[in-house]
């Protein structure tokens, strides 16, 4: 049995045991060691997951399709940001949430920017 199916075992046992007793404590330790093995055994991978994706083709790709599509008749992040700066009435939980998708392409752009900007003074 290889560690991942071991680890996907002790998970379901310890879950099952910790509901039934009704341990909500033992139930959240159980669940943190779970993911602190998993952060442990794929952070190598996820780094480098994250190295991948913020690269500035990547991002610059992203603002220029999700973070200003649909194009007509004007960008929607514009749209989205004018009726935030307008006082957001009518705005449900949809349209903040498509704030925030339409969003993420230029927040990213903007950390890329000062991490570089950081990274070239030290």
């Given at each position: 049995m290889?560690?991942?199916?071991?680890?996907?075992?002790?998970?379901?046992?310890?879950?099952?045991?910790?509901?039934?007793?009704?341990?909500l404590?033992?139930?959240?330790?159980?669940?943190?060691?779970?993911?602190?093995?998993?952060?442990?055994?794929?952070?190598?991978?996820?780094?480098?997951?994250?190295?991948?994706?913020?690269?500035?083709?990547?991002?610059?790709?992203?603002?220029?399709?999700?973070?200003?599509?649909?194009?007509?008749?004007?960008?929607?992040?514009?749209?989205?940001?004018?009726?935030?700066?307008?006082?957001?009435?009518?705005?449900?939980?949809?349209?903040?949430?498509?704030l925030?998708?339409?969003?993420?392409?230029?927040?990213?752009?903007?950390?890329?920017?000062?991490?570089?900007?950081?990274?070239?003074?030290?």
């Amino acid at each position: 049995m290889d560690s991942t199916r071991k680890l996907r075992t002790l998970f379901t046992e310890t879950m099952d045991l910790d509901l039934r007793r009704g341990s909500l404590f033992l139930f959240i330790r159980n669940a943190q060691f779970v993911i602190s093995v998993f952060y442990i055994k794929y952070s190598v991978y996820m780094k480098k997951l994250i190295e991948a994706l913020f690269q500035w083709p990547v991002i610059i790709v992203a603002c220029l399709t999700l973070g200003l599509a649909p194009f007509v008749p004007e960008p929607h992040i514009l749209g989205k940001i004018k009726w935030v700066m307008g006082g957001g009435d009518g705005m449900k939980l949809m349209d903040i949430l498509d704030l925030i998708m339409h969003g993420l392409p230029w927040m990213l752009l903007i950390l890329k920017a000062l991490s570089s900007l950081v990274g070239r003074r030290s």
